[in-house]
Nanobody
Framework: EVQLVESGGGLVQAGGSLRLSCVAAGFNYDDYIIGWFRQAPGKEREAVAS????????YYADAVKGRFTLASANAGNTSYLQMNSLKPEDTAVYYCAADYFLAPARWGTGSILPNYWGRGTQVTVSS
């Protein structure tokens, strides 16, 4: 059974940084795609970033390009979302997600969602 467990959320002032972690377990092989979605109150869930452990391809939403970086540590199956220059509009529940086949470029379309999800971690950015 695939499990994704997030950590690292919290409260930070605008302009600050946070690093989210996602520990993945239960995958049959390592070439899966992992990333993050977020959902703010009253808004639809949106893809933030994704990374293919197989070929290194990435996806970043326009709203976070240049500020957020997704990295995956092969050892321990832990992935990280480094969030810098945070803005109040980044406030949301952030969900780690993963899939064996959904390519990073497709994460932002919203037409197909990854199969596996964590429970989410709250990120609050104060102005």
């Amino acid at each position: 059974e695939v499990q994704l467990v997030e950590s690292g959320g919290g409260l930070v002032q605008a302009g600050g940084s946070l690093r989210l972690s996602c520990v993945a377990a239960g995958f049959n092989y390592d070439d899966y795609i992992i990333g993050w979605f977020r959902q703010a109150p009253g808004k639809e869930r949106e893809a933030v970033a994704s990374f293919s452990r197989g070929d290194g391809r990435t996806y970043y939403a326009d709203a976070v390009k240049g500020r957020f970086t997704l990295a995956s540590a092969n050892a321990g199956n832990t992935s990280y979302l480094q969030m810098n220059s945070l803005k109040p509009e980044d406030t949301a529940v952030y969900y780690c997600a993963a899939d064996y086949f959904l390519a990073p470029a497709r994460w932002g379309t919203g037409s197909i969602l990854p199969n596996y999800w964590g429970r989410g971690t709250q990120v609050t950015v104060s102005s």
